[in-house]
């Protein structure tokens, strides 16, 4: 898991959201992000300082046993070098544990993540609840 990972809950009902964001994202996978069931409502992937290569995103639904390489993520997301994803789920996307990756390709055995030339790092944000 990555050592860049913050977690922030706002507590009451005014706003029941929680903020995951990793400053810097790799193919080390993050596994089960909030600990519990929930909703995903908005992600940001940022690749917009120094990134020079295309990444895909992978994000696990249902379960907090994953293995990357091997476990089919639910949602795959591709992003652009030196380009900002944002993506907002006004219903939401359901999780009953939700995991997230960063790798070179879409396909499910990928695990590589290159970062030859890269001088930034890739950033992802969520809000859930």
Same mark, same amino acid.
């Given at each position: /898991? ?6 922030? =809950?706002?507590?009451?009902? !005014? &706003?029941? +959201? ?16 909030? #600990?519990?069931?929930?909703?995903? +409502?908005? &992600? ?5 300082? #120094?990134?020079?290569?295309?990444? +895909? &995103?992978?994000?696990? &639904?249902? %379960? ?5 390489? $091997? ?6 997301? =591709? ?9 907002? +789920? ?22 590589? /993540?290159? %970062? $030859?030339?890269?001088? #930034?790092? !890739? =950033?992802?944000? /969520?809000? !859930?609840?």
């Amino acid at each position: /898991m990555s050592s860049n990972l913050k977690i922030a =809950k706002f507590a009451g009902s !005014v &706003l029941p +959201y929680t903020i995951v964001n990793d400053s810097s994202i790799t193919n080390d996978p993050i596994i089960d992000v909030t #600990g519990s069931a929930g909703t995903l +409502y908005d &992600l940001n992937l940022d690749l917009s300082s #120094g990134i020079n290569h295309d990444y +895909y &995103l992978k994000i696990w &639904l249902q %379960t907090a046993s994953i293995t990357l390489g $091997t476990t089919p993520p639910d949602v795959i997301i =591709k992003a652009a070098q030196d380009q900002i994803i944002r993506l907002n +789920y006004p219903s939401g996307l359901y999780f009953s544990a939700l995991s997230v990756a960063l790798v070179d390709s879409s396909a499910d055995s990928s695990t590589a /993540m290159t %970062t $030859t030339n890269n001088s #930034g790092t !890739v =950033k992802l944000t /969520m809000t !859930v609840s």
